[in-house]
């Protein structure tokens, strides 16, 4: 599936040191009041600029309804999930599985996607469908929650690009999945 694909898939998301995206009651007050103390916008505009499809799994759409104003106008979003009812939500496009999920982005023309949520990322990256990673990471342990790594099949052999570091101990990393080793 690597191979006959036509864009680029990158992750950007934030973690806690310890490896959690959320609480286990999706609680994400650690991290965005962490972000917010950086001062910066920790180079999301930058990032999602050069986006023209954003896939989510279920679990990080359904909790992203309550921001007003809709984050994504303009931009195709494609919502992972075997239970989301088709066409309830006309900002969005429902794909049962991974395989029609990446038809789909390759019928539209998507040439840079942003992939979203723990469960979906480590899919993706089970698949070897993930190009490149930016992981901002906020200096605390919360012990249990989410996680955002897991078994993905194998070794990701990874190719460390930058990392800068913020105020209030905010750390980014960007790392290209190195196909080559
Ligand atoms: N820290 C951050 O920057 C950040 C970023 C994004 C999200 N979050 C948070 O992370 C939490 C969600 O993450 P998560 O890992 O639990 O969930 P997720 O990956 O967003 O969504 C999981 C759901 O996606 C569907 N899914 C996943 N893989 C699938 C596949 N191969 N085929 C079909 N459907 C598939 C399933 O939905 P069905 O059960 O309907 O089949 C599954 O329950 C939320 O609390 C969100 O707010 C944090």
Redesign the pocket.
Known sequence: MTADRPFKAAV????SLDG????ED???HW?TSRGEAAGDDLGYDAFIGGIDAVV?????????LTYDPWPHEGRHVA??????EDGADPRVSV????DG?VRGLSERGAKSVYV????????FLRAGLIDEMTI?TVPVLIGTG???FGPVGGDVPLAHLSTRVFGAGVVQSTYAVDRQA
């Open positions: 950007f998301i934030g973690i959690f995206i959320a609480r999706g609680d994400l991290l989510m799994g279920r679990g990080t759409y359904e909790p992203g919502v992972l999930s075997t239970t989301l794909y049962r599985d991974l999920l979203d949520g723990g469960q979906v990322i480590r899919a901002t989410l996680p955002l």
